[in-house]
Nanobody
Framework: QVQLVESGGGLVQSGGSLRLSCAAPGFRLDYYPIGWFRQAPGKEREGVSCMGSSDGSTYYADSVKGRFTISRDSAKNTVYLQMNSLKPEDTAVYYC?????????????????????WGQGTQVTVSS
């Protein structure tokens, strides 16, 4: 079983920044694509960003393009989502996800159903 642990969420004012982390003890994140998703109250879970294995291709939803950056730190076995210029509409629970099926894949799946392993989520609240 793969355990993903998100952290870094919190309350921030509009225009502020947060950096989310996704760690996976005992599991080499480098080898797998990683997706970041979010779910706001009453809304469907949506894809925010993803990155292929190693330093593979990246994807950003239009709503976050130019404001969010996904990255990896191989030494720390951690994937980050740097979120700048946050808006109230970014308020949601953020999840990271991965799946063994896509090992070594340089492209990252964009749909939530392509991922079987999920973290518990971290709350991001942006006040206006």
């Amino acid at each position: 079983q793969v355990q993903l642990v998100e952290s870094g969420g919190g309350l921030v004012q509009s225009g502020g920044s947060l950096r989310l982390s996704c760690a996976a003890p005992g599991f080499r994140l480098d080898y797998y694509p990683i997706g970041w998703f979010r779910q706001a109250p009453g809304k469907e879970r949506e894809g925010v960003s993803c990155m292929g294995s190693s330093d593979g291709s990246t994807y950003y939803a239009d709503s976050v393009k130019g404001r969010f950056t996904i990255s990896r730190d191989s030494a720390k076995n951690t994937v980050y989502l740097q979120m700048n210029s946050l808006k109230p509409e970014d308020t949601a629970v953020y999840y990271c996800a991965t799946d063994r099926r896509w090992k070594y894949g340089t492209m990252c799946p964009r749909g939530q159903y392509e991922y079987n392993y999920w973290g518990q989520g971290t709350q991001v609240t942006v006040s206006s």
